[in-house]
């Protein structure tokens, strides 16, 4: 797929972010599918076209959601997704994240670049004044992307999400506005 500079809300020097699309389907869904051994057991995306069209549609039509595709620039081939639940606005201003890269892109840094542009749409366009991050104590890749994004960590919550059949533990990591600046 060729760049386009226009869908793109932010653009770092390796990837652009922008919305979730349902015509992102096909192509979000074999990514997916090729990277299962990279994201089991923390990560379950949707890996067939009904579902993604559900989960699309959710990022898509409800304001307390916003969903991001990090994209690589040259290509315009999805490296992997972020994405902002939990939205609370009024004086809470805080969404959660979730993220997830696809294996063709693991470990190239290219999902750091594609957070740093999303806390600064999160922080900028969207008003938010914190994110939070929920991550399994031993996915480690995962604390060390929210850490080298400046993320502290915040505690320790036990049985907190149910995951893949169980209550996990997590924990909290959060960025603020003013730690950002």
């Known amino acids: 797929m060729p760049h386009i500079a226009s869908r793109h809300l932010a653009e770092g020097p390796r990837v652009g972010i922008r919305h979730f699309t349902l015509q992102d389907g096909p192509e979000f869904t074999a990514r997916a599918r090729e990277s299962k051994d990279l994201h089991r057991p923390w990560l379950f995306p949707p890996d067939t076209e009904d579902a993604y069209a559900e989960y699309a549609g959710r990022l898509i039509d409800d304001p307390t959601k916003a969903g991001f595709l990090v994209c690589e620039r040259e290509s315009g081939d999805i490296a992997g997704f972020i994405n902002i639940n939990n939205i609370v606005r009024g004086g809470f201003r805080c969404g959660a994240l979730g993220y997830g890269a696809f294996a063709h892109a693991?470990?190239?840094?290219?999902?750091?670049?594609?957070?740093?542009l999303v806390i600064g749409h999160a922080f900028g366009p969207l008003g938010l004044?914190?994110?939070?991050?929920?991550?399994?104590?031993?996915?480690?890749?995962?604390?060390?992307?929210?850490r080298g994004a400046g993320f502290r960590l915040e505690g320790f919550s036990p049985k907190m999400i149910y995951i893949d059949g169980d209550w996990r533990d997590h924990e909290r990591w959060a960025l603020t506005a003013e730690m950002r600046a």
């Open 129 to 146: 004044h914190r994110l939070e991050i929920n991550a399994q104590p031993e996915n480690l890749a995962s604390a060390a992307l929210a």
């Open 106 to 116: 693991a470990g190239r840094g290219l999902m750091r670049e594609g957070l740093d």
